[in-house]
């Protein structure tokens, strides 16, 4: 059985299915209806890079290094003078699953390192077409160079300058290439009946957002509107290929999102996260539940709808298992296999971790989700506009100095209150009983925890994307400055 | 042609259809997956008499009378302290459906006043069972009586005394007495072969929530859920046994609400209003814009979804248009004819009005929505931890004063900013072409408003619900206090 996720950036309330008032999502939410509707599904940070490396490995960010030892609390990701990436100990999903003779291609953004070590081909992918950073940009080829675009094991442009993105009017066709992509590939694996592993993970509701010709301005919602419509449209053309192509039976296929959506940027180049406190760079609700659909028509039922509690890491053990492989015994691996839930309809106990950075900063079990440590952001970034929780606030919880709870954790229940506005009291019967037990579930995790080396702590002008690999062929390989390593910045 | 309308405090996104977490709404998803889905539909006042008054005349509440004058932008119902109701001189539906051989009846709350000049039966509805005021208690008999319940024109008991409500454990057994009452009605209208309005308007969403033993502690979302719970359960059994009388096709039914959910009231005893601002008690989308499903077997597609701007006030027309029959021409009627949307797809050109009381706050056409007149509620009020917007908070907008904008209104654009977090600058040409096209709309609304007799501005404990009618038999007449009347007490 071949597998296939959709990764993107979007936010819980973003499709028709969970409720965005638009519902502009007929592909997507058609997928959901013909398969199983995650609801209690979530990312492993609030962040893009750790949560990409920990869909990957099935492993917490802590664990495989994704995190930064620079602050407390900080959320870190992968920008193009970081110096670390992916190590070469940590088992990817695509190198195990080439045991099973798969063929494994990551079309979008990797962003798990970009230097020539982290390589998505050196750590079990055949094929690659897309960027190793953010398509942030335009930058001038002297402080910065634009993000290089791979096919394989090369580049062949760079944003802004061979891969346009127009920033006034958001017009890219950047989806188009991706979805042409990821097409031609499943042909080409139905083809040779070779199974697959199809990593679509593409960028175009990450700010800054983009669209085709074709959509811009044909949502209610505006550029993102549009960006989501190529992106719902695109899937569906997808899911449709592998039906013609007669394949949709044995391919499972998985729709979610690396963090919440980014209230930053909003309106114009944000999502929603529905009913959910704050989103992207927050361990509440808003910045790491995501949406989530399973697909694979003959073996899921139709319109089913979970509450599982699930996490990116699940597609590690999922997919291997899908393989008939086992995971590693050797490390803690983090995921779940969801084919009982997704086949059975089987519940598994298990917790939800909400980490940011070196810190855990809460845990969902059942219903009940315990903060030890609330942050926003910090007062100075606040004071400059940047506001994750734009016009939400709820008092001594979305703090914007690190508030300690962990000898007196705040407890929500999620059920009742799944916007984190009403926090359960102290004195309450319900608290006792419900800590009691996450109590248990933090003591033990946090006893048997080997942390590994943080990979995210170093950053170097020099290492910057001057001259990856193939740009003297195209001419445009630049001149990077001297090395000097600083400790990265990460203010949030 | 039957109709059916049910009539709920339900908020915005209590729905599964509509995104709650827990989507515990089967039964209505199913309508909806078999009706058409309005996703911008509104109620024509934050609170629930105004609304009802709405819906069964066609008008706004500043037309038909249930409005307050004794304070600027305050809403107002009726509690059993008040003195007025419904006027003769309004045209009801079920009064005008009877010329076409309609059987009406109200299942539920009535709303529109209780003194027996206001009586359902003397304005056109032919069976009653339930209650005029909201189910409040329980009272002492001497300050104040209980709420009685009416079967037709007697009173047969009262609320806490013959209709048990265990306000601790939240047990009572009144929907499915209220589900009984509608399966009976629809088998003798089935059997008689009679055209029928059904006004299915049951209040076990509203404080103080309840809900029967079955279905209580059954919802992940507490007692509130258990509620919907029960009422979807009930939708699902009348549709079921319409489509099994084999009457479905011929009968229209609609499902909506009569104001947001009751934020105040959160987390056990209120709903939730999905991604948008506030509640119940004001004119953002939390407290206005409503679930609603239409459903018509064989003649309305399946899976339809229409951004028509809707309005309770359309059910009037609509159910009007069903049997055949025209709204009167001697008044202004704001209730639009839905049928061209729901059966041709059609897009009706209109704006919705937002009033608080005697005021217009804010006026939507299209995707943009502009605020005359911003306020939540008042210090005084906030002070005592009374809170519209619980955990939300817009700055200049979610405003604790009431604030003119009547020259530079607060505009707002619906489809990328649905929660009206982000006002749209004075200076863009978006501002001014949105606002020409809104002014025009609103100037023209005001140059040809006609307000009716504010009958919500008196209150008098005398007019309580002391002796109704047949209260002799059941030995429940109560002494009513001298008569004293005052100006009532509307702090919002």
Redesign the interface.
């Known amino acids: 059985t071949s597998s296939g996720v959709f990764l993107l950036q979007m936010g819980w309330?973003d499709l028709?299915a969970?409720?965005?008032?638009?519902?502009e999502t007929p592909n997507l939410d058609q997928m959901a209806a013909e398969g199983m509707?995650f609801?209690?599904f979530y990312t492993a940070s609030p962040l893009c890079s750790p949560s990409r490396a920990a869909l990957l490995t099935g492993r917490l960010p802590v664990r495989n290094g994704f995190y930064t030892t620079n602050g407390h609390a900080r959320n870190a990701y992968t920008p193009q003078d970081i110096v670390g990436g992916i190590p070469d100990s940590e088992l990817l999903l695509p190198e195990l699953l080439k045991k099973a003779g798969y063929t494994n291609k990551i079309i979008g953004k990797w962003h798990l390192g970009h230097r020539p070590q982290f390589h998505p081909l050196r750590h079990g992918f055949d094929e690659w077409f897309g960027s190793p950073n953010c398509h942030f940009g335009p930058y001038d080829s002297t402080e910065r160079p634009n993000i290089p675009v791979y096919r394989d094991w090369e580049m062949v442009g760079r944003y802004y300058e061979d891969f346009k993105i127009d920033l006034k009017t958001g017009e890219a066709n950047l989806t188009q290439l991706y979805l042409q992509e990821a097409l031609d590939f499943i042909s080409k694996q139905q083809a040779s009946q070779q199974p697959f592993f199809l990593y679509w993970a593409i960028d175009a509701t990450h700010a800054p957002v983009y669209a085709s010709k074709q959509f811009l301005g044909t949502?209610?919602?505006?550029l993102?509107?549009d960006a989501v419509r190529e992106i719902d449209d695109s899937v569906g053309k997808i899911l449709k290929h592998l039906q013609q192509l007669g394949i949709s039976e044995n391919t499972f296929v998985f729709f979610t999102s690396d963090n919440g959506a980014a209230l930053i940027s909003?309106?114009?180049q944000g999502g929603?996260n529905?009913?959910f406190?704050c989103g992207k760079q927050t361990t509440f609700e808003g910045g790491m539940r995501e949406p989530a659909i399973a697909w694979w028509p003959g073996h899921i039922p139709a319109g089913g709808?979970s509450?599982q509690l699930g996490s990116v890491m699940d597609l590690f053990s999922t997919s291997l298992s899908l393989a008939g492989l086992q995971p590693p015994s050797d490390r803690q691996i983090d995921g779940i296999d969801l084919l009982p839930v997704i086949l059975q309809g089987k519940l598994i106990d298990r917790p939800i971790f909400y980490y940011r950075g070196n810190e855990l900063m809460a845990l969902r079990a059942g219903?009940y989700k315990a903060h030890y440590w609330t942050w926003s952001n910090s007062w100075e970034e606040h004071s400059k506009g940047i506001d994750f929780c734009?016009?939400?606030?709820?008092a001594g919880v979305t703090t914007h100095t690190q508030e300690e709870h962990t000898h007196l954790p705040l407890l929500f229940?999620?059920?009742?209150?799944?916007?984190e506005?009403?926090p359960i009291s102290f004195a309450s019967e319900e608290y006792q009983r419900a800590l009691e037990h996450i109590s248990g579930l933090v003591q033990q995790h946090k006893a048997t925890l080997v942390p590994g080396q943080p990979q995210l702590n170093v950053c170097d002008q020099a290492v910057m994307n001057w001259s990856p690999p193939g740009c003297e062929k195209l001419g445009k390989c630049l001149k990077a400055p001297e090395s000097d390593p600083k400790k990265c910045s990460w203010p949030h």
């Open positions: 309330g028709g969970f409720g965005e008032p638009s519902k509707l609801l209690d949502s209610q919602r505006g993102y509107g909003a309106p114009r929603s529905g009913p406190l709808v509450h219903l734009p016009g939400q606030s709820v229940h999620l059920g009742r209150d799944p916007g506005k009403y």
